[in-house]
């Protein structure tokens, strides 16, 4: 195998939680303003164990998987991000070690939170899930000269 490139990806989660009310959980993130808990999958965790610890370390709540919404794939930065719907089980959200702040906000403001144009179509693509999940493929380049450009799109 030697001369031969082998592809390297980072695997991470996103959570779109839900609580009774409808209303959906966001945090202020030092990095990139308000946006969707998630992050990295560590070593040797499964998918519902990374998005339970990234909630928790990232809004103080805890929650349960409820099902797949879609797989968004930064071509640029070889990320693949599996998009989750989860359920709020206990908690009370807030500040923490890794958020300025977390909320609980209303499903017809949700949009109007982010400040980046990826998260928020993103969010909205997860927000409009109806059943179905998505695959789309996005390049992100903030401050270069492609920017955000969404390159594919199609239901799973």
């Known amino acids: 195998m030697a001369g031969k490139h082998i592809p390297h990806h980072i695997l991470a989660v996103d959570a779109l939680v839900i609580n009774q009310n409808g209303d959906v959980l966001m945090i202020d993130s030092p990095k990139r303003g308000w946006e969707f808990p998630g992050g990295q999958i560590e070593p040797g965790e499964s998918i519902s164990q990374a998005i339970r610890r990234e909630v928790l370390e990232e809004a103080r709540v805890d929650v349960k998987v409820e099902r797949l919404i879609g797989i968004f794939h930064n071509v640029r ?75 594919e799109s199609f239901d799973l």
Not at 77 to 104: F, M, Q, R, T, Y
Not at 107 to 136: A, G
């Open 77 to 151: 930065a070889n990320l693949v991000v599996i998009g989750l719907l989860c359920s709020h089980v206990s908690g009370e959200p807030g500040p923490s070690d890794e958020s300025n702040n977390s909320e609980w906000v209303p499903r017809e403001e949700v949009l109007t939170r982010p400040d980046s144009e990826f998260i928020h179509d993103r969010l909205k693509e997860m927000l409009d899930y109806e059943e179905k999940s998505v695959y789309q493929a996005y390049q992100n380049d903030p401050g270069g000269p492609d920017g955000y450009r969404l390159l």
